[in-house]
């Protein structure tokens, strides 16, 4: 009915895929600029909470002569969160900080999915089992709720876990470079908090992850008087061993008056052969893994192939 003449299609599709060519090289460099915008939200963030959390501090040490009763109040209060909470709240943030979770409340959410979650399954897992009239004995029906409840209890740790060593394998597969223009940067004369504030923004492109922890540590080192606790911080939350191993070599270096340089070019070098050694590790064990499904989709294929015209015949 309607004539569409070649010299209009041949326009169209050449727009069609003009525009397209524009959106795949124009995609990344929008993704690089929200990933540093994103990073540079999280360091302002961290650096205004810093700024916030002295203050207070400065005026509670202002107003303490005037206002004993309720400094004495919130130590009392202190003490019995940590004493009914226990070891086991220090440990979920360790592990929520990990993850990269940050919320204050994220600890006490987790405890409560904890005890929460279990009882969900449970309660859906009662509700099918009787339902459905399956005709099995009530030690049976108390093992599967016992397994469900036990399920629950784990599965917010599992997920959480989960998190926490994909963010620790990124971390460790960028950290030897970034050690490495850290070195760079510190050789040049330029400070340690300047150094990685520097080599923060120039990985945010590659890896977002290292790049919010060095500038949280940057933001740190820069606002809180403690530098111990600011690397440990960093030590903690990056979870890796390269972090641990970079935060303890500059304390020591700072304790005990050692070169800094030398410290960050024996990490850069250990945490590079540390790589290494992971990738041939995850080499090595490829063969075996590779056997099963050899074994179960390529070799059935194969003897289909070479046997089916004998049996034809």
């Known amino acids: 009915m309607f004539g569409i003449s070649s010299d209009l299609l041949i326009t169209v599709f050449s727009a069609l895929l003009a525009a397209a060519t524009v959106i795949i090289i124009a995609l990344p460099l929008i993704q690089r600029s929200e990933k540093k915008e994103k990073y540079r939200a999280v360091i302002e963030k961290k650096r205004k909470d810093l700024f916030q959390q002295t203050r207070d501090e400065v005026e509670k040490r202002g107003s303490v002569s005037l206002k004993p009763k309720s400094a004495t109040q919130s130590l009392t209060a202190m003490y019995q969160l940590q004493k009914i909470a226990g070891d086991a709240s220090i440990k979920a943030r360790n592990l929520l900080l990990a993850a990269g979770i940050r919320n204050p409340k994220a600890p006490l959410y987790y405890l409560a999915a904890r005890i929460i979650v279990p009882i969900i399954l449970t309660a859906i897992a009662s509700m099918f089992l009787f339902n459905a009239e399956l005709d099995m004995e009530r030690s049976t029906t108390f093992i599967i709720l016992g397994l469900t409840a036990v399920f629950g209890f784990f599965l917010p740790r599992i997920l959480i876990k989960n998190t926490a060593d994909k963010r620790q394998m990124e971390i460790n597969l960028s950290f030897p470079d970034s050690l490495d223009m850290m070195l760079i940067c510190v050789q040049g004369g330029i400070g340690i908090e300047a150094a990685i504030n520097k080599i ?114």
């Open 200 to 313: 923060a923004d120039n990985v945010a492109e590659h890896s977002e992850v290292l790049a919010e922890e060095l500038g949280l540590l940057s933001a740190e080192l820069g606002m809180l008087n403690d530098r111990k606790a600011a690397f440990m911080g960093f030590a903690t939350r990056a979870g890796s061993g390269a972090a641990r191993s970079f935060a303890t070599a500059m304390l020591q270096a700072e304790q005990y008056g050692t070169s800094v340089t030398k410290a960050m070019r024996v990490l850069a070098d250990e945490s590079r052969d540390a790589r290494m050694a992971e990738a041939e590790r995850k080499a090595a064990s490829l063969p075996p893994k590779l056997t099963v499904p050899m074994i179960l989709f390529f070799l059935p294929a194969l003897f289909v192939t070479i046997l089916g015209p004998a049996f034809l015949q």
